[in-house]
């Protein structure tokens, strides 16, 4: 009943105002699916390729469309294997990680609507649906989301005694609120980054007081924990030649910025570090792990790219001990699940993303909660990240 009849994809609008792909998958008896691949920024070096919205479109409708007709869309590893079929590269380098991961989002929701269940439950099973995700909701930011201000790129609010999600939602929001406070007070005017965060010309060593202080605001208001994180991006800040990260002016060796993670851990009691270290280091995000690994989470993203094979070098290695999880990174649904698998059975936390060029694509809300997961990261304000947070809010009210 699930088969797959058809499939449509069009370019459309990212928030960033740039062209994504959007696919619309039908079945046999009706069933309809609708599926947006977002974009990143500060891409990994080890990311499935996204192509061009345009030539990625006639490509997969070339090559991926006819495959997938006849393929039941509740049956998502026969999907995801149809793409990388159709694809024959280990990148997606082909038809484009963009129609892929669209795709494959659209045919998950189509057999979701076969079955008349929420994504969540189709994905996930008829357990899922108790336990919600930390949002971490990024409030200050720079880096290669905006120019001009700090080099660190995004500052997290992380509401981990929150008693709800949507109590967690709100948290975030109000420590988004609290920043422009702060801010205003000590007369910095900010602009706003490509994930609508704050994006003031300030230094980092400023940014973390101004969040310290708009998160103990809005602790006292609350009434319970909010700490706060930091995806620090830092492959975009090594220099490859100069063997350092730089910051500016100033620049700091591997161990200079071991040393100054672990002491940013113990100073702010930071909750979540993603990507402290370039991404082809391992080594040196073992040595961290060690040292601050029982009181802080170390996650990799560009460092694991959602893939297993990044990943089971990480658990060899002592790298981290989480993962970002970014299904177009890898480019299908199934990929990242084995992820997400993988790393829930080595004791690694997953953070499902959004990145930094978004749609209204609901699909990572759904997967954080499928799949467990105990984080997700996808902004705080902002119509392509609300459409991510007030998903969760309904899953949790039984509304979708
Ligand atoms: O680095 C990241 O984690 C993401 C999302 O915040 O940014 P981008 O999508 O630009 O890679
Ligand atoms: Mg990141």
Redesign the pocket.
């Known amino acids: 009943m699930t088969r797959i009849t058809g499939v449509s994809l069009r370019r459309v609008l990212d928030s960033r105002g740039n062209p994504t792909v959007e696919a619309d998958v039908l079945t046999e008896s009706g069933g309809f699916g609708r599926g947006a691949a977002p974009s990143?920024?500060?891409?990994g070096e080890y990311e499935a390729i996204e192509l061009p919205a345009n030539e990625s479109i006639a490509a997969a409708r070339e090559h991926a469309v006819p495959r997938l007709e006849g393929v039941y869309a509740g049956d998502q590893r026969a999907v995801d294997n149809a793409l990388r079929a159709a694809d024959g590269t280990d990148d997606f380098s082909a038809i484009g990680a963009n129609s892929a991961v669209a795709i494959s989002m659209a045919a998950a929701k189509a057999a979701a609507d076969v079955l008349g269940a929420p994504l969540y439950q189709h994905l996930g099973g008829a357990f899922r649906g108790e336990n919600f995700p930390i949002p971490l909701g990024?409030v200050v930011g720079g880096g290669?989301?905006a120019k001009e201000a700090t080099h660190i790129?995004?500052f997290l609010a992380a509401p981990v005694g929150a008693p709800s999600v949507s109590e967690a939602v709100f948290a975030n929001a109000a420590v988004h609120a609290a920043v422009a406070d702060v801010l205003d007070e000590r007369g910095v005017p900010a602009a706003k980054g490509d994930?609508g965060a704050w994006a003031p010309p300030i230094s980092d060593a400023d940014a973390f007081d101004v969040v310290d202080e708009a998160v103990d605001r809005v602790e006292e208001e609350v009434g319970f924990e909010i700490r706060f994180g930091l995806?620090m991006?830092a492959a975009e800040l090594y220099d490859d030649d100069e063997g350092a990260y730089v910051y500016g002016d100033e620049t700091k060796s591997t161990g200079e910025q071991i040393d100054y993670v672990a002491s940013l851990v113990d100073e702010y009691d930071l909750a979540y570090v993603?990507d402290p270290l370039d991404e082809n280091d391992y080594e040196a995000f073992a040595e961290l792990t060690d040292r601050v690994g029982d009181r802080t989470l170390i996650c990799g993203?560009d460092l694991f790219v959602t893939n297993v094979e990044r990943l089971r070098e990480g658990i060899d290695t002592g790298a981290a001990n989480s993962i970002?999880i970014k299904p177009n990174q890898i480019g299908t649904l199934s990929d990242a699940f084995d992820a997400v698998e993988l790393a829930s059975r080595n004791g690694y936390e997953t953070v499902i993303?959004?990145?930094?060029?978004e749609t209204e694509d609901t699909t990572i809300a759904h997967l954080a909660v499928a799949t467990d997961a105990g984080f997700i990261?996808t902004g705080t304000v902002g119509g392509e990240r609300t459409a991510k947070l007030n998903e969760l809010v309904r899953i949790a009210d039984d509304a979708v």
């Open positions: 990143g920024a500060s891409t990024n290669e989301h790129q995004e994930e995806d991006a993603e993203d970002l993303s959004h990145r930094s060029g990261k």
